[in-house]
T-cell receptor, first 112, second 114 residues
Framework: SAVISQKPSRDICQRGTSLTIQCQVD?????MFWYRQQPGQSLTLIAT?????????ESGFVIDKFPISRPNLTFSTLTVSNMSPEDSSIYLC?????????FGPGTRLTVT | GENVEQHPSTLSVQEGDSAVIKCTYS??????FPWYKQELGKRPQLIID?????GEKKDQRIAVTLNKTAKHFSLHITETQPEDSAVYFC?????????????FGKGTLLTVNP
């Protein structure tokens, strides 16, 4: 199995600032993904974090707003840039390992 | 891309009754279908899953069925208990090699009344 941790667990940020969320896995994983879960909503894929290359973004999400890094097989970061209240959400890191999906605990972001 | 529809959005049952949640998917290449339970303030937890080469899978009070021809799959919970109350998400996994994508349904809020 794999254990995923995220930092920070929550944050309150001001409009116009940026926040970088870290995702750490205790095993080398093939795939890492970043999802957003807005209040009372489902999980929406932001992008696939590719090791050693640019992330693959879903429709509606762009690199300038959500830059992603994945320097190795156990670590990734997601930055939420130039935040607005609409970015208030839970951001989840999900990893595929051994054919199973593992969820990070999530980062609860509130933008004021 | 894949689109997963989930129904109903809310479901209320009496303790001891059965609950059924249905999902349809659009991409016939999807080959893995997990179900997650999310309690308030917690991350989703995998409760059961099924692969495309299987029609039905059961784990105690929970079962999942898959109809590949119709592209739909369902979660069945029998003898429901108040602790089954949560939001349930279905999902479909598409792809292979280094190109996977997990698409979620919109969720079902299940309330089990004692």
């Amino acid at each position: 199995s794999a254990v995923i941790s995220q930092k920070p667990s929550r944050d309150i940020c001001q409009r116009g600032t940026s926040l970088t969320i870290q995702c750490q896995v205790d095993s080398q994983v093939t795939m890492m993904f970043w999802y957003r879960q807005q209040p009372g909503q489902s999980l929406t894929l932001i992008a696939t974090a590719n090791q050693g290359s640019e992330a693959t973004y879903e429709s509606g999400f762009v690199i300038d707003k959500f830059p992603i890094s994945r320097p190795n097989l156990t670590f990734s970061t997601l930055t939420v840039s130039n935040m607005s209240p609409e970015d208030s959400s839970i951001y989840l890191c999900i990893a595929l390992f051994g054919g199973e999906q593992y969820f990070g605990p999530g980062t609860r972001l509130t933008v004021t | 891309g894949e689109n997963v529809e989930q129904h109903p959005s809310t479901l209320s049952v009496q303790e001891g009754d059965s609950a059924v949640i249905k999902c349809t998917y659009s991409d016939s290449a999807s080959n893995y279908f997990p179900w997650y339970k999310q309690e308030l303030g917690k991350r989703p937890q995998l409760i059961i899953d099924i692969r495309s080469n299987v029609g039905e899978k059961k784990d105690q009070r929970i079962a999942v069925t898959l109809n590949k021809t119709a592209k739909h799959f369902s979660l069945h919970i029998t003898e429901t208990q108040p602790e089954d109350s949560a939001v349930y998400f279905c999902a479909a996994l598409t792809g292979g090699g280094s190109n996977y994508k997990l698409t979620f349904g919109k969720g079902t809020l299940l309330t089990v009344n004692p």
